[in-house]
């Protein structure tokens, strides 16, 4: 059964703003913590924004800072990914992801990729110039 479920992506201009999002199961919900990762062609899979906690704890990469917010909707079982003045360098494939764990306040957006074991399919964005 699917747990986790992307969508919003899409094919943009740089500047421009895309809100994901991320429908979970109440098992994957019910993690302490959940993610964003992304993953270019010929790249390493990257870690981009995290909320933890009950969503009291957030914590982005440095190359998102300012520009990126994640949140969730309790009512919806739902993690949003708000991305505004998108770059080239913000095209990926962008990944939804679930940890029950509590690691997530320890290590923050250092938590290795693989401590996930919940993941969605993904959600292509593509930023042109």
């Known amino acids: 059964q699917v747990q986790l479920q992307e969508s919003g992506g899409g094919t943009l201009q740089a500047g421009g703003s895309l809100r994901l999002s991320c429908v979970a199961s109440?098992?994957?919900?019910?993690?302490?913590?959940m993610g964003w990762f992304r993953q270019a062609p010929g790249k390493e899979r990257e870690g981009v924004a995290l909320?933890?906690?009950?969503?009291?704890?957030?914590s982005y990469a440095d190359s998102v800072k300012g520009r990126f917010t994640i949140s969730q909707d309790n009512a919806k079982n739902t993690l949003y990914l708000e991305m505004n003045s998108l770059k080239p360098e913000d095209t990926a494939m962008y990944y939804c992801a679930a940890d029950p764990s509590r690691y997530c306040a320890v290590l923050g957006i250092g938590i290795p990729a693989q401590r996930f074991r919940i993941w969605g399919q993904g959600t292509q964005v593509t930023v042109s110039s």
């Open positions: 909320i933890y906690g009950g969503g009291g704890g957030t």
């Open positions: 109440q098992y994957a919900y019910n993690s302490d913590c």
